[in-house]
């Protein structure tokens, strides 16, 4: 079976900087793989590749068996299958909850004005918020917000969602209740890829995880070797870091 | 200084103008609203349409109103005349396309710094869901600009009523020639162009309030 998402020698530069040097990965169906390492490492970069946020400088993107990094393609399709998270949830400030989940179904004209508020109802109740409705975004706490970006992205009925830090913006009594969400979407078998510096998430729920550091992937492994017995010296010295602070 | 005697004389005269200063001010904000919303997007172009837009505000801002006004009813005609084409504009019509262009552009540039106020997160998500970029603007960019900048619309709705009376110069009978007329015949500056001063008060104090009530309807 091939990938979902097949990444070859990818590189990205922004002016001068070398950001992604050479990433090779392939992400198969229904898999959860977590991507940690320091800030600055080209995690996030890598990530907003995959839906072409960001344009990649060289090297080939395969989604869906789809050939994004072709000039050709219409990536306003291609996103419609690919789900985005953001650190800074990002939403729509002057809909209402429904409205934000709503709103993207409806403008490409995708579902009725009943389908769509079905699967608002739907998704909210999955997310646990289906009181907030009718409310604003400004009038919920963080957490809530960013699980409404999660029921928004999901309207889409996306086959692959990617997250980037989606906790990291968070107060930390809040974490809990965004990665439950995430925990129960990878267990219904959808397709995954996580930044994250959740390391107990991306040990409980990820099937690999890989180690970025300066532009590259330095090293990929099941979260229960990436955790007890990492190889690479910059994953020991960055796991030291991150776990010893906790 | 007979404010009395002077606004029983002339306050039929000052309402006629009135009704045409509010005519060609409205009508032009209605058209430069479209032309301005169009020019700040057309200035977010990467194709060369960009440099018109640019080109256009640059005019504008770089010359005076009575400049342009009076390019509009006499330069332009003229230089259409001697290539062949019988243009004539009535003063009305000329100073509508000058407050129009006028504020169109000063528009735009209200509209530019709104929309690039708006945090890049918003079009990111907007795109991520598959929405086009213009899509996008639509449904999420732009309606998010239009509440930043209503306090700065406001004002140039404010600036522009203004810039009406300067039309006057070309013969439009707004307030202010009536006003120019009646002191021709009278003499009565004082109490004519008090009064004027007070027409203007308080049309633009109705209008402030109104735009404050309109702003803390909509303020997300």
């Given at each position: ?36 390492g ?11 590749c ?10 080939e ?14 990536m ?33 004209k ?13 998704l ?20 809530q ?31 809990g ?39 590259i ?30 | ?11 039929e ?39 018109i837009?640019?080109?256009y ?26 290539l ?6 009535t ?15 000063y ?87 008090t ?11 109705i ?14």
């Amino acid at each position: 079976m091939t990938a979902q998402i097949q990444i070859k020698n990818l590189h990205k530069y922004f002016e001068k900087l070398e950001v992604l040097k050479g990433i090779n990965l392939e992400v198969h169906k229904g898999e959860v793989v977590c991507l940690i390492g320091p800030s600055g490492s080209g995690k996030s970069t890598l990530l907003r590749c995959i839906n072409r946020l960001e344009d990649p400088t060289s090297g080939e993107i395969i989604v869906d068996d789809v050939k994004i990094t072709d000039s050709s393609v219409n990536m306003n399709n291609v996103r419609r299958h690919i789900g985005m998270v953001f650190q800074q949830f990002n939403l729509f400030p002057h809909l209402t909850v429904k409205e934000n989940i709503s709103m993207a179904p409806l403008e490409l004209k995708l579902k009725t004005k009943a389908e769509a508020d079905d699967k608002a109802v739907e998704l909210l109740k999955r997310v646990g918020l289906l009181e907030k409705i009718d409310v604003m975004p400004r009038q919920l706490s963080g957490g809530q917000q960013q699980r409404v970006a999660i029921a928004r992205a999901l309207a889409m009925e996306p086959d692959i969602m990617l997250f980037d830090e989606p906790t990291s913006a968070l107060d930390p009594e809040m974490v809990g209740e965004v990665l439950a969400v995430m925990k129960e979407l990878a267990a219904m078998g959808m397709t995954m890829v996580v930044v994250t510096h959740e390391m107990g998430f991306a040990k409980d729920a990820a099937d690999r995880v890989l180690f970025m550091d300066e532009g590259i992937i330095m090293e990929e492994a099941t979260p229960e070797e990436m955790f007890s017995n990492p190889k690479n010296p910059r994953t020991i010295e960055f796991l030291n870091k991150v776990l010893s602070t906790k | 200084m007979n404010l009395g005697k002077v606004f029983g004389e002339t306050y039929e005269l000052l309402f006629q103008g009135l009704q045409v200063t509010i005519q060609v001010t409205v009508l032009s904000l209605l058209i430069a609203f479209v032309l301005g919303l169009i020019t700040s997007l057309l200035g977010f172009s990467k194709t060369p349409l960009r440099w018109i837009s640019k080109g256009y505000v640059w005019l504008v801002r770089g010359t005076p109103i009575m400049v342009q006004v009076f390019y509009i009813y006499f330069a332009l005609p003229q230089l259409l005349q001697a290539l062949g084409y019988d243009v004539r504009l009535t003063s009305f019509m000329a100073g509508l396309i000058t407050l129009t262009l006028n504020a169109g552009a000063y528009m735009s540039e209200i509209f530019r710094g709104a929309i690039l106020a708006v945090n890049s997160g918003q079009m990111e998500a907007a795109r991520s869901l598959g929405l086009s970029k213009g899509q996008a603007m639509r449904k999420v960019v732009l309606p998010q600009a239009i509440r930043i900048c209503l306090p700065s619309l406001v004002n140039q709705f404010i600036i522009t009523l203004k810039d009406s009376s300067i039309i006057s110069v070309i013969g439009l009978t707004d307030i202010m020639y009536q006003a120019k007329i009646y002191v021709g015949r009278s003499m009565e500056s004082f109490a004519t162009y008090t009064w004027v001063a007070v027409f203007y008060l308080v049309i633009i104090t109705i209008l402030t309030q109104i735009a404050k009530r309109v702003e803390k309807k909509v303020m997300i």
